[in-house]
């Protein structure tokens, strides 16, 4: 499908769904419709009580996502509430059994690791100590790969990859345990090294190494079939390791490598419709049919490696047309407008009682579920890598620059260890960056560090340069400071053309003097004076009236900014939004470039995440939009 069509497209599923839902995209629609039918606790399957279970962990990493990328705060409300339903105060988890080895136990420790670092508390913390002390006594093939279950000695199936290492990886971040990534490389090595069958490039679901299992190829241990689903755990699972596995480690390029060498065979092997068959080397064959997980599996592995750039860009249109076949195929619509998702296989497995044989007509003999969370979670996450498809290319090779020199500051992490922080890309917590960063990768833009002094050389290549609140002597030991070198190197970067903006503080929080002489070259000066100064839960004390067709904040009302410093203008500087006679935000053209100068930090991780502020402040879409403007600014 033609890049044009496929926005057509998405356009008329946007506008013309069916009742109240029909200005939401797929996503959210999915997700509510979900929410609706799950209201208290999740229920997996036919189960008529909620269990600790990888399929509610694939649901809520959906839900992540989708409140990385919207600031509603109705996803995060709902992981918090399912998880609390299982993880007691001393860290133990309702119904987990430790003893079981089973690393379908892992996927929903992801939240558990959210949860603590957006919460502290100690609870979530133990329970993912407590998941990690499984993978350290699990049992282990001759090689070291992970056994699927205890139950199944000796087996390594596709999708314990997705099950046990996106966690593992997160977790080996979030707690400092580097040696573990070199034990996550092997776990896909060897699925590279027995289980890819060389006629197809397809993967068999599972490899018994001691080739005792009546399932396995006595030469090679497989499995005999190409089932979908298992292989969309393991497309899954790379794409998803991929987004917090050290970039400096050596195994990195690898799991590159086995996507990119994988999804050519996705594209080769998915049908005319858009989606791909239950077995899927055998097309039309007695039985077989369209599934529905499968499908969304390789669309979000597709449109997601487009968009990280490790795939080539290609393939979006695959992924396109899958999406569009997900939802001639699979969705199903109610007056309301509640959607569902059909056809997706109930279960997929190898041995156990009774005994799978792994045979064509096994895979084809499992029922299918209509709103299987095992469709439900890749559905949103595709849907949503599809609508981030369709504005990914606005900034594509911008670089956007986040000053690291001025502002300066550490603390002691979640690990323990010293970390930088205070208004970082990396920093995941309320005082970091890391939504308004994701919001300028949505798009197409590339976020970096500048731990150095702006030179000329050092901002050759940005687009965009920020420099955030710098420190004073009180928050960092040897502050460094604006100077006359820095200013002359700034200016000359913007007349060129960039963009650079400036967030002050307030007087106490803001080394101002330097700071000062640096936006008062392009006409607007820091003067002293604090406004909006917010005690306890008075938010209206911080709010901010955006101003009728304003050209940056299009169509918001209501901002929060609390404690910021108020700006007086110069020259040809003009105030973007003023407030009771006071400049709070102001902009300046210079040469070729453009300046944006605001009293606050406001749109750190804190005011935007939807967790404090009342809903009636819109500084999430203001950040979205701020980051759209700044980009567009850019030459």
């Given at each position: ?58 649901v ?26 299982f ?37 979530y ?29 000796n ?22 345990e ?80 086995y ?41 979000y592995?597709?449109a ?13 249109s695959?992924?396109q ?14 007056p ?6 059909e056809?997706t296989v ?34 949103i ?12 290319t ?15 500051e ?22 970091g ?8 990768r ?9 731990p ?26 040897a ?16 007349k ?83 407030e009771?006679g ?54």
């Amino acid at each position: 499908m033609k890049i044009k069509q496929f926005f057509l497209f998405l356009f008329t599923l946007f506008f013309f769904g069916i009742g109240t839902a029909q200005d939401k995209p797929w996503s959210v629609r999915m997700a509510e419709s979900f929410m609706d039918t799950h209201k208290d606790s999740i229920l997996v399957g036919d189960k008529k009580f909620s269990r600790w279970d990888y399929e509610q962990g694939l649901v809520l990493e959906g839900f992540k996502r989708l409140w990385q990328h919207s600031g509603d705060v109705r996803y995060y409300n709902y992981i918090k509430k399912d998880i609390d339903h299982f993880v007691q105060e001393d860290g133990s988890i309702r119904t987990y059994k430790l003893a079981d080895y089973n690393i379908d136990n892992m996927p929903t420790g992801r939240s558990l690791l959210l949860l603590y670092q957006e919460t502290k508390k100690e609870k979530y913390k133990k329970a993912a100590y407590l998941l990690r002390s499984q993978l350290s006594s699990h049992p282990r093939t001759k090689e070291n790969g992970f056994w699927h279950k205890k139950r199944y000695p000796n087996q390594m199936w596709l999708d314990g990859l997705y099950m046990g290492h996106p966690f593992y990886t997160e977790f080996s971040v979030q707690f400092n345990e580097p040696a573990n990534f070199n034990d996550i490389a092997l776990q896909f090595a060897l699925v590279e090294k027995h289980m890819i069958d060389p006629k197809t490039g397809l993967l068999y679901h599972g490899y018994d190494e001691s080739r005792e299992q009546p399932w396995a190829n006595r030469a090679t241990g497989n499995s005999p079939n190409f089932w979908g689903r298992a292989l969309g755990w393991y497309a899954m699972a790379l794409v998803d390791v991929l987004d917090v596995f050290p970039k400096d480690h050596p195994e990195r390029g690898k799991f590159i490598t086995y996507l990119q060498r994988l999804a050519p065979v996705l594209v080769k092997y998915q049908d005319a419709s858009g989606c791909w068959w239950q077995i899927l080397d055998r097309a039309n064959d007695k039985g077989n049919y369209l599934e529905a997980s499968a499908s969304c599996m390789f669309t979000y592995t597709l449109a997601k490696g487009v968009r990280m750039g490790y795939l080539n860009a290609s393939f979006l249109s695959a992924a396109q047309k899958g999406f569009q076949g997900i939802i001639s195929n699979f969705i199903s619509t109610e007056p309301s407008g509640k959607i569902h998702l059909e056809k997706t296989v109930s279960v997929g497995g190898l041995g156990g009682t009774p005994y799978r044989d792994g045979s064509y007509e096994y895979y084809l003999s499992e029922p299918l579920r209509k709103d299987d969370l095992k469709g439900i979670g890749p559905f949103i996450k595709a849907a949503l890598e599809i609508e981030i498809a369709a504005t990914n290319t606005l900034a594509k090779g911008k670089n956007v620059v986040l000053d690291y020199y001025f502002n300066n500051e550490s603390r002691k992490g979640l690990n323990g260890q010293t970390e930088r922080f205070h208004y970082t890309w990396e920093d995941p917590m309320d005082s970091g960056f890391s939504l308004w960063g994701n919001l300028f990768r949505e798009y197409g833009a590339t976020t970096l560090p500048l731990p150095t002094a702006p030179t000329a050389d050092a901002l050759k290549d940005a687009k965009v340069y920020i420099i955030v609140d710098p420190d004073t002597k009180k928050e960092t030991a040897a502050p460094n400071f604006i100077g006359p070198e820095h200013i002359k190197a700034i200016k000359a970067w913007v007349k060129k053309g960039g963009v650079l903006m400036l967030m002050g503080n307030d007087t106490s929080n803001c080394e101002q003097k330097h700071f000062n002489q640096l936006t008062q070259a392009f006409g607007i000066g820091l003067t002293g004076k604090n406004r909006n100064m917010v005690k306890n839960d008075l938010y209206e004390h911080g709010k901010v009236t955006v101003p009728a067709g304003h050209p940056i904040f299009k169509g918001l009302s209501t901002l929060f900014i609390k404690e910021l410093v108020t700006l007086q203008l110069s020259g040809a500087a003009k105030s973007s939004i003023s407030e009771g006679g006071d400049v709070v935000m102001a902009t300046a053209k210079y040469g070729k470039g453009t300046v944006f100068v605001v009293g606050d930090p406001w749109i750190y991780n804190e005011y935007v995440n939807g967790k404090r502020l009342p809903a009636q402040y819109e500084n999430f879409q203001a950040a979205r939009l701020l980051a759209k403007w700044l980009l567009e600014q850019s030459k």
